[in-house]
C-alpha cells in the first residue's frame, strides 16, 4: 500500500482545488438534490440508495481512486447482518457506498443531522443519528437499529466513533457488538486500506491511488447476550487488526530490504 507524502505534490494540490474538489461538491449538490425529491415518492428508499451509489462512485472517481474488494463472496452469504469497519477518511463513506450491492443504512453521529442539506438527506434516507454525548439518547438511538435490522435491513457501523487522526485504529465503542446481538444477526469486520492515504482528516487534497475493502469472516452472535458485548467487540477489532497488517507491514517495509 502506498505512502501519502507530505506535502503532497503541487500538481495534486492544484487538481484537488481547481477540478476534484469542484466536481465533488457539483455532483453531491445535484445528485443530492435528487435523492431529496425522490425521498418524497419512494418510501422504501431503494431509489434513494441507487441515487447514493451513483453519487458514491463518481466520487471516488472524480478523487482518481481506484476501489478492490476482496472477500466479496462474503457479503451474499449474509444479507442481513452488522457490517463494522475503520473509520479513516471522508471518503470512507463514498467507498462503502460504490462498494457494497446492497441497500444499508448507517449508523451515524447525530452532529451530522445539524449540517445543512446533509442533514436532510440522512433523515429522509433513513439513516439512524447515535448521540454518543448522552447515555440515554445512545441506547434510543442503538434501539432503532435492532429494529433496522430485525426489519431486514443491513446496518454500516463506524464503531471508532469517528476517523482516525494518524491511519491506525482507534479504541473501538461497543454498538456493533451490542446491535448484532440484540438482533442475533452476524457482524462483519471491514477493512479499508488505503483511504487514509487518499484523504486524511484535516487535509482537503487529495492523493490518487489504490483502495481496497476487505471483506472478513462473519462472527456468528448466535446464543450470546449483551454480557458478551465487550469480549465480541474485541474479536471484531482484532479480525479487522490482522487484516490490516499485510498492508501495514508493506508500508513499513523499506523497499531496499525487499
Not at 456468528?220 to 499485510?246: D, N
Request: proline share 7%; net charge positive; aromatic share 10%.
Amino acid at each position: 500500500m502506498r505512502r501519502r507524502p507530505n506535502p503532497v505534490p503541487q500538481f495534486h494540490r492544484w487538481c484537488s482545488n481547481l477540478v476534484q474538489a469542484p466536481a465533488m461538491f457539483t455532483t453531491t449538490g445535484v445528485l443530492g438534490s435528487l435523492a431529496l425529491l425522490v425521498s418524497f415518492f419512494d418510501k422504501s428508499g431503494r431509489t434513494q440508495h441507487r441515487i447514493a451509489q451513483v453519487w458514491a462512485r463518481m466520487c471516488v472517481w472524480i478523487a482518481g481512486a481506484r476501489v478492490t474488494v476482496q472477500g466479496a463472496e462474503g457479503l451474499a452469504a449474509f444479507p442481513v447482518a452488522v457490517y463494522a469497519a475503520n473509520h479513516t477518511s471522508y471518503m470512507d463513506t463514498p467507498v462503502v457506498f460504490a462498494a457494497l450491492p446492497f441497500q444499508f443504512r448507517i449508523l451515524a453521529r447525530k452532529k451530522l443531522w445539524r449540517w445543512a442539506f446533509i442533514g436532510w438527506y440522512l433523515s429522509r434516507s433513513g439513516q439512524i443519528p447515535i448521540d454518543t454525548e448522552n447515555t440515554h439518547a445512545t441506547l434510543s438511538s442503538l434501539g432503532a437499529g435492532v429494529r433496522t435490522l430485525r426489519a431486514g435491513l443491513p446496518l454500516f457501523v463506524f464503531p471508532e466513533g469517528g476517523r482516525t487522526p494518524n491511519g491506525e485504529l482507534q479504541p473501538f465503542l461497543a454498538g456493533a457488538a451490542y446491535l448484532a446481538i440484540r438482533a442475533q444477526v452476524p457482524l462483519v469486520p471491514i477493512a479499508l486500506e488505503g483511504v487514509y492515504e487518499l484523504l486524511p482528516i484535516h487535509t482537503h487534497h487529495f492523493y490518487p491511488g489504490k483502495v481496497a475493502l476487505r471483506v472478513g469472516e462473519p462472527i456468528s452472535t448466535k446464543g450470546m447476550t449483551v454480557r458478551q458485548t465487550e469480549e465480541l467487540t474485541a474479536r471484531l477489532k482484532a479480525a479487522i487488526e490482522a487484516m490490516l497488517e499485510p498492508a501495514q507491514r508493506e508500508i513499513e517495509t523499506p523497499s531496499s530490504a525487499r
